[in-house]
Structures are given as C-alpha cells and as structure tokens.
C-alpha cells in the first residue's frame, strides 16, 4: 500500500523560507517521480514542480522558477519542497503526489498548509 | 485563468448523469497529451479517478467515465449519488516555449440537488 505522508502545518513570516517534507512508503522511491501541487485557499490546482529521484532530475514551473527546490532523500524515501521569499499569496495547502505511469498523480500526501503572515 | 477550460459548477438529481468538459489547445490536449481527472472531497487530498484519459484506477466505480476528442475532454457521471458531491478538476500537459508543464483545469464543483 502506497503512502506519501507529509510534515505538519507551518506558520511563516513574509520573505522566510519553507520546507515541506514528504516520505513515501509501501513502494520502491526510485522507481517513480514526485511532484508537487499548490492550492490557495478556495482556489484550484496550481502544479509547481517534480523530481526524479533515481536520475536525481527536476523540473519547476515558470511561475516558481528560482524561488523552489524540490529534492529527494533516497535513503530515508523522502522528497522536499523548499519555497523562499514567501509571500501572503503562497498561503495555501501544499501537495506531494506520487506520478504513475501515465504522468497522473495516483497516490497523494494528506497535505500540509502553509500560512504566511506578518 | 487556467490553461485548461472547466464550467465553474454542475447539478443534477440523484440517479441522473451529469458531464463535465474540460476544453484545452493545440499545446495541450490537442497535441495528443493524456488527460487526468481528480476527484476532491471538501478538505481532503484530491484522488485519481479517471487516467490516460479513459482508464479507472481500481476501486472507482464504472458510474465515472471518461473520454477525449480533439481539443477537448469529458467526465460523465451517471446514477448521481449524494457522495458524488466534490470537486473535480482535469489535468494534462502542455508543450510550450518554457517546456512542458502540467496544467489543471480550474475545477468543477458538482452539486447533488
């Protein structure tokens, strides 16, 4: 049984940083790509980027490039998504999902939200 | 504006059948990229319900079907039950001069009356 679970909820000040973890369980982790899915409160999807772990591999959306890394950590099954110069728009619930082999998104994280507020 | 086009909102009975579009380009589902559709329960994670653009993961009843023409995709839900009631948002791909990035449509919110 896959399982992505993700960190807790975090309270971020305008212009810091943020790190969100996400540790994959139930599956081989360099067998498959993780991405990563943004949504602002009662707002849609909004797709950020993804890694490959095992090729060590990542693409970012335009509207994110320079300020997000994602990572992987293949010894402990786990990626990250470290977003910088945060601002109030990027309050929202940050997704990790794991990519099959259609390029869908067929396993997903329960989560994390991120509030960024002075 | 989301790449991908997606009414804001449909209703319907229950036991009716209901379709959701998702319109797109030639960048997109145009240009032969699969369409994914996601299933959202308020405050939950988004689930996979339709890939490849008419294939059911396991486990998501034959109710949900999808299709793909041309520019354009389609959910149908029939026999409409109350738990039904979400969000649903399609996805796909798009080949652009920055690369190929994911696109989602800006989702469906489906009302059981």
């Known amino acids: 049984q896959v399982q992505l679970v993700q960190s807790g909820a975090e309270v971020k000040k305008p212009g810091s940083s943020v790190k969100v973890s996400c540790k994959a369980s139930g599956v081989t982790f360099s067998n498959f790509a993780i991405t990563w899915v943004r949504q602002a409160p009662g707002q849609g999807l909004e797709w950020m980027g993804r890694i490959i772990p095992i090729l060590g591999i990542n693409n970012y959306a335009q509207k994110f490039r320079g300020r997000v890394t994602i990572t992987a950590d293949k010894s402990t099954s786990t990626a990250y998504m470290d977003l910088s110069s945060l601002r109030s728009e990027d309050t929202a619930v940050y997704y990790c999902?794991?990519?099959?082999?259609?390029?869908?998104?067929?396993?997903w994280g329960q989560g994390t939200l991120v509030t960024v507020s002075s | 504006q989301s790449v991908l086009t997606q009414p804001p909102s449909v209703s319907g009975a229950p036991g009716q059948r209901v379709t959701i579009s998702c319109t797109g380009s030639?960048?997109?589902?145009?240009?032969?990229?699969?369409v994914h559709w996601y299933q959202q329960l308020p405050g939950t994670a988004p689930k996979l319900l339709i890939y490849g653009n008419n294939i059911r993961p396991s486990g998501v009843p034959d109710r949900f079907s999808g299709s793909k023409s041309g520019t354009s995709a389609s959910l149908a839900i029939t026999g409409l039950q109350a738990e039904d009631e979400a969000d649903y948002y399609c996805q796909s791909y798009d080949s652009s001069l920055t690369g190929r990035d994911v696109v989602f449509g800006g989702g469906t919110k489906l009302t059981v009356l």
């Open positions: 030639s960048s997109n589902i145009g240009a032969g990229n699969d």
């Open positions: 999902a794991k990519i099959g082999a259609y390029g869908d998104y067929d396993y």
